[in-house]
């Protein structure tokens, strides 16, 4: 009888596979939301940038012939036709936005009147100095978050007020002011680093260091909230039972369970880094990314700056998007909700 009642409580082999099918279909539902969302923001970013592009002052055709010539002048209207004509820039608007569009989609980014080349090529030679930098940002700045977390939090409430502010303060420097406070203090003044970096480890250490400063701020807030909740958990008085030491407790446990959300934001923060490199390379005239904007954006290069943007926007979007579906399949948690 007692057999009877508790299979009877069991779910049957068809109930279980209807369960699963069911959690299958909510996770493809929720990544298909995900990939929609970032292909949302990434046209969205797309058309911005075209209108942006469009309406700034100055004639395109104008400023593409004076870069050619490299002469400053007014051009007559016979001058700007054939320009306007073979570039569309005398077509509706409708129609040169579906033609930057459909161009993006191909990898076409156009051409840089003022290099002479196409803009995938000078991306392409300029991009893994500035992703070097952003992982290289990125790695130190968990330097600086997970000692300064076991030194400040779960000890006393003196001491976690101490290095939450500490973490606020840090989030809150702009990564712009942080570079040029370095590069006067530890190149100019006591000449421990060069002026001018390079792409060498030593001419990288300065704009590192100024990436990771407010990256070691957001970071150490998530690692923080996250180890002193989980330093109320039973395990903790579990292993402490055990005999463990609470420096062990902290190390082997409670610090591995606190770094999820802060892995989860490195996947902004690697995004966010290399929005953040554009402006430091330009600061410490480090090759890379910044220095091609700067120079595209002061030479009024139209194609190069779209390029820049639209491919940086890119790389933000998929890195969060490839960090989000990770996380979503990973966390049993979500895989069941609908």
Known sequence: ???????????????????????????????????????????????VTFIVLSILPGDRATILLNITSGQVIERTPAELAPINALYGFDKPVTEQYLSYFWRLLHGDFGFS????????????????????????????????????????????????????????????????????????????????????????L?????????????????????????FERNMQEPFVLSARARGMSLRKVKLHHV?????????????????NLLSGAVLVEAVFARPGLGNVLVNAVSNKDFALVSGLVVLISFLYIVINLAVDLIYLIVDPRLRGQS
């Not at 300029?126 to 997970?146: K, R």
């Not at 409430?157 to 002011?177: D, N």
């Not at 030593?202 to 996250?226: C, D």
């Not at 610090?255 to 995004?271: D, K």
């Open 1 to 47: 009888m007692t057999d009877l009642i508790s299979s009877g409580n069991q779910p049957t082999a068809s109930e279980g596979s209807r369960d699963t099918s069911v959690k299958h279909r909510s996770l493809l539902r929720r990544i298909s939301v995900r990939i929609g969302s970032a292909l949302f923001v990434l046209w969205g970013t797309i058309t």
């Open 113 to 200: 009147f003022e290099l002479q080349r196409p803009v995938v090529h000078v991306i392409a030679e300029q991009l893994l100095p500035t992703f070097t930098l952003a992982i290289a940002a990125l790695l130190l700045a968990w330097v600086i978050a997970i000692p300064w977390t076991l030194l400040t939090a779960g000890r006393s409430a003196r001491l976690g007020a101490l290095g939450s502010a500490v973490e606020t303060i840090m989030a809150g420097l702009p990564q712009y002011w942080i570079g040029i406070l370095l590069l006067i203090v530890f190149a100019i003044d006591l000449r421990w680093f060069p002026v001018v970096g390079g792409d060498s």
């Open 202 to 226: 030593y001419g990288s250490l300065l704009p590192a260091i100024t990436l990771a400063i407010p990256l070691a701020g957001f970071l150490g807030h998530a690692l923080r909230g996250e």
């Open 255 to 271: 610090l591995r369970h606190a770094l999820i959300p802060a892995i989860t934001l490195s996947g902004w923060a690697i995004g």
